[in-house]
């Protein structure tokens, strides 16, 4: 079963990913997979309430920084 952390780590992937994305439907599409692994590790974390726990700031991705096309 995955983890909560593997979760997360993927989430910080996609975000890494996304800030390097070479147009904005990519880096759409990687930011949504980043909710979507996070909300996979809440919900990980509440069928199993003894499971780790990561400090508050890493339970959401924080949005992409807007960019100016070129």
Do not use: F, H, Y
């Not at 800030?19 to 990519?26: E, S, T, Y």
């Not at 996070?38 to 726990?53: C, D, F």
């Not at 990561?54 to 070129?70: D, F, K, Y």
């Amino acid at each position: 079963m995955i983890t909560p952390l593997e979760c997360r780590q993927r989430a910080a992937e996609c975000m890494q990913m996304a800030d390097r994305a070479p147009n904005l439907r990519v880096r759409s599409i990687l930011t949504d997979m980043a909710w979507t692994w996070t909300r996979l590790a809440l919900e990980t974390e509440q069928s199993n309430p003894k499971g780790e726990r990561l400090p508050p700031a890493l339970v959401q991705p924080s949005p992409p920084m807007p960019r100016s096309p070129g």
